[in-house]
């Protein structure tokens, strides 16, 4: 079946414009979550949606990000006035249930963003 | 704040020649220890979930042991195509949303 699909999966900028990714879950799966990588470091956590409301953003950097999934399937993350700090790559993951024990999350291939 | 430490950094190991990885964690009550599989340029790969200490789960050459402080990922004679970094997280009770916490990682050259 259809996993976790991301677009672009490339994005180069320019520093202070804006830029959107994209994600498409696995059907089915009510939870999904946005996560950046780093050059050599694990994925960190950004922003956790449980069907159309975003459930716990707190990864979140600063004001400059924001996401939306307005009809609890793909979703969009946002991010305004770019810096070359935002370079990473971007990962979204999804899972059919959460708060629950049985709940692994499946990422998708990521978007590498540059900021150039 | 729950950290997740994994050691060593890089492993080299030649065809056949068995080893572990390992996983220390930190967490306000663990719900699930996750191992993954990261292939470059790819997303991460789930591989395991453990729930409870003395729990084994096993795939092919892979299993994945647990205690109440640290994880281990053993590879059986692993193979070149075992090459990748294997992430370890968790994901504890209080957070909500079941977020995962990460390791570094540990990068696994399996040479022919």
């Known amino acids: 079946g259809a996993g976790v699909s991301q677009t672009p999966s490339n994005k180069v900028t320019e520093k202070g414009k804006y830029v959107e990714l994209r994600c498409d879950p696995i059907?089915?799966?009510?939870?999904l979550y946005w996560y950046r990588q780093s050059l050599g470091q694990g994925p960190e956590f950004l922003i956790y949606?449980?069907?159309?409301?975003?459930?716990?953003d707190s990864g979140l950097p600063n004001d400059r990000f924001f996401a939306v999934r307005p009809e609890g399937s793909v979703s969009t993350l946002k991010i305004q006035r770019t810096e070359r700090g935002d370079s990473a790559v971007y990962l979204c993951?999804?899972?059919?249930?959460?708060?629950?024990?049985?709940?692994?999350?499946?990422f998708g291939p990521g978007t590498r963003l540059t900021v150039l | 704040e729950d950290q997740v430490t994994q050691s060593p950094e890089a492993l080299r190991l030649q065809e056949g020649e068995s080893s572990s990885l390992n996983c220390s964690y930190t967490?306000?009550?663990?719900?699930?220890l996750f191992w993954y599989r990261q292939d470059p340029g790819k997303g991460p790969e789930f591989l395991f979930t453990?729930?409870?200490a003395g729990e084994e789960k096993e795939k092919e050459r892979l299993k994945a042991t647990l205690t109440k402080k640290e994880s281990f990922l053993h590879i059986t004679a692993p193979k070149p195509e075992d090459s990748a970094t294997y992430l370890c997280?968790?994901?504890?009770?209080?957070?909500?949303?079941?977020?995962?916490?990460f390791g570094e990682g540990t990068q696994l050259t399996v040479n022919p």
């Open positions: 453990l729930y409870s």
């Open positions: 949606f449980q069907g159309t409301g975003a459930a716990d």
């Open positions: 997280a968790v994901q504890a009770w209080e957070t909500s949303g079941s977020r995962l916490t």
């Open positions: 059907s089915g799966h009510t939870a």
């Open positions: 967490v306000s009550g663990l719900r699930g």
């Open positions: 993951a999804s899972s059919l249930f959460a708060g629950t024990s049985y709940n692994e999350q499946f």
